[in-house]
């Protein structure tokens, strides 16, 4: 089992910038590919990032490249998820997820799933 927290969220305004983390605890965390995904009110779950456990395969949604960087920290079991030049269509509640080995872009490839953090981007 791997359980995961995410913590950062919060209100800010359109063109602002948040730092999301995601902290591992359980199996071994540099086991596992992990990526970042939102879902806003009335949608469905949507993939933003994801990265290779050693962090050389990094994949990006289209409408964050430019704007998120995600990166991780093996050492101290957590994942992260810069965010900047944030609109308020990013607003959603943020997910990180886990998965062995590889990196997937669908949600349903994860097996692991924080409890989300929400993310609110006014105009």
């Known amino acids: 089992q791997v359980q995961l927290v995410e913590s950062g969220g919060g209100l800010v305004q359109a063109g602002g910038s948040l730092r999301l983390s995601c902290a591992a605890s359980?199996?071994?965390?540099?086991?596992?590919?992990m990526g970042w995904f939102r879902q806003a009110s009335g949608k469905e779950r949507e993939f933003v990032a994801a990265i290779s456990w050693s962090g050389g395969t990094i994949s990006y949604a289209d409408s964050v490249k430019g704007r998120f960087t995600i990166s991780r920290d093996n050492a101290k079991n957590t994942v992260y998820l810069q965010m900047s030049s944030l609109k308020p269509e990013d607003t959603a509640v943020y997910y990180c997820?886990?998965?062995?080995?590889?990196?997937?872009?669908?949600?349903?490839?994860?097996?692991?799933w924080g409890q989300g953090t929400q993310v609110t981007v006014s105009s």
């Open positions: 997820a886990a998965r062995v080995f590889h990196v997937e872009v669908t949600p349903t490839q994860y097996e692991y």
């Open positions: 359980g199996r071994t965390f540099s086991n596992y590919a």
